[in-house]
């Protein structure tokens, strides 16, 4: 038998079907289908202290109980949790530095390991691949979750201008939210850091106005309070000019999204927080709408796409909160300034101490409640007695919250557990994670905090090694 003969044994047809057999194939195979799946940008939304009560209360008081939040509606659902190095209750910046770099830390540390060492995350991983980033939060920007992913510090109380030096040294793409003061020079060394901003590049905004008229320049700094931005339930008293955390998002994915590269963005709802360290139910609720409609702007952005992995948790619970049943839902509804806001218009005599008449004058005018003289006597020996381990500053606002909460038989930690806690009352409950695009799959069951950044990394073909640190220059 000749070649030629050899050859003609192999009919046409059944080469054809041999085709399709080899084309179907490598079309299901894994190299394939990780090509298909692979998130070209990831946005990851933290509520900071977000647990399920928050999520609750935000849906019971904004749509009723049959109300479905935006959150909810992503695909996938995980639970995850939060305890750090050193405590089986996390704090902000623990937490945080968990989610951020995939390894654990002791609390108070930002962006370092348990032993100190710095430490890289995963938007240094991002960026060492050629993606823009991004870091947004309601709260400053050098406080604990935006500085987990963008600096290292052994200690979050002491090293604000630090993390404000590294964030200008890692040259993230787009940093919005509040933290000015530590930008500023007294705080740098008589060096005006926000103008080394400039010079390398920056637009830079300190308004909404200006956020929205900024011609999108290549890399953003807005910065809209020299310390926390304005609870959301405030800024109408206070005629506030800052941009709400959609709006901050929105000009974020922008300019992240220019060029072909992709990008990782971490924005936060960092004021639910606080709120529920106050136990300010109305503020919860406030708060985490506003979270809620920033995961609708990042949803709707990113429909039909097929290109970005959303991810939304929290770093930890906080106060135990609930939507308990005897929660008294109108009154709650009727409270229109923060329990901060309401704690300074009280006033004082002449020995620093609070006047009555001022406590009873304020909880009528803004929480709609008339106090006994016996409960103005108990609230004032409260906020002389009871002292925080954390934020002393915030502890007639607590007592104002607790005290309204209390009232109003709305589900959340007592006051005296929030005072003997090193964290103001965070809690180890299990954190909530939502996640939708591609590669979100691969959150279900329960997790680990830890495992955030190495299931994020790992959709998006990115490198990381958690506990690893590359400098720059390599």
Same mark, same amino acid.
């Given at each position: 038998m000749n070649k030629t003969s050899r050859y003609k044994i192999v009919q046409p047809h059944r080469f054809g079907l041999f085709v399709l057999i080899i084309f179907f194939i490598c079309m299901s195979s894994p190299i394939q289908a990780e090509t298909r799946n692979t998130p070209k940008n990831v946005i990851l939304l933290i509520g900071d202290g977000m647990g399920l009560g928050a999520i609750e209360i935000a849906r019971q008081l904004e749509y009723g109980k049959t109300g479905v939040l935006h959150l909810e509606k992503l695909e996938h659902v995980a639970l995850m949790r939060t305890y750090s190095a050193n405590n089986y209750v996390t704090d902000s910046a623990a937490g945080g530095s968990a989610i951020a770099t995939g390894i654990k830390t002791n609390n108070e540390s930002i962006g370092v390991d348990a032993n100190g060492s710095e430490v890289d995350s995963v938007l240094d991983a991002f960026q060492n691949n050629g993606k823009k980033v991004g870091i947004i939060s309601t709260n400053m920007v050098v406080d604990a979750t935006p500085a987990a992913f963008g600096a290292s510090v052994p200690n979050r109380w002491t090293g604000g201008a630090n993390i404000a030096r590294q964030l200008f040294d890692n040259r993230i793409d787009v940093i919005l939210g509040g933290g000015a003061s530590y930008f500023e020079a007294d705080k740098q060394n008589g060096e005006d850091l926000i103008a080394k901003f400039k010079q390398a590049g920056y637009g830079i905004t300190t308004t909404k106005?200006?956020?929205?008229?900024?011609?999108?320049?290549?890399?953003?700094?807005?910065?809209?309070?020299?310390?926390?931005?304005?609870?959301k339930l405030d800024k109408e008293a206070l005629h506030s000019q800052e941009p709400s955390l959609p709006e901050m998002t929105s000009k974020a994915l922008d300019i992240l999204s220019r060029g072909d590269k992709g990008f990782f963005l971490m924005a936060e709802g960092a004021r639910i927080d606080h709120m529920e360290h106050a136990a300010d139910i109305t503020g919860i609720w406030k708060e985490t709408i506003e979270f809620d409609q920033t995961v609708k702007e990042v949803v709707d952005w990113a429909k039909n796409?097929?290109?970005?992995?959303?991810?939304?948790?929290?770093?930890?619970?906080t106060m135990g909160t609930s939507a308990s049943e005897t929660m008294d839902i109108t009154a709650l509804k009727k409270i229109r300034v923060s329990?901060? +806001?309401?704690?300074?218009? &009280?006033?004082f005599d002449k020995n620093n101490e609070i006047n009555p008449e001022s406590v009873v004058?304020?909880?009528?005018? +803004?929480?709609?409640?008339? &106090?006994?003289?016996?409960?103005?006597?108990?609230?004032?020996?409260?906020v002389r007695k009871n002292k925080t381990l954390v934020y002393p500053k915030h502890q007639i606002d607590w007592e104002i919250g607790s005290t309204i909460a209390r009232y109003h038989k709305a589900g959340v930690a007592d006051r005296s557990i929030r005072a003997a806690s090193s964290t103001g009352g965070h809690t180890a409950n299990m954190i909530p994670v939502f996640a939708s695009g591609p590669g979100s799959e691969a959150f279900d069951g329960v997790i680990e905090n830890t495992d955030i950044s190495k299931i994020i990394t790992k959709a998006a073909g990115v490198p990381f090694t958690p506990g690893q640190h590359k400098t720059k220059e390599e």
């Open positions: 106005e200006e956020l929205s008229s900024i011609n999108n320049p290549a890399k953003l700094l807005g910065l809209f309070h020299p310390t926390y931005m304005n609870f796409r097929n290109d970005t992995l959303i991810v939304v948790l929290a770093d930890h619970e329990s901060e +806001y309401m704690s300074k218009q &009280l006033t004058s304020t909880f009528k005018k +803004y929480a709609h409640i008339s &106090l006994s003289d016996q409960e103005v006597d108990q609230f004032i020996d409260n």
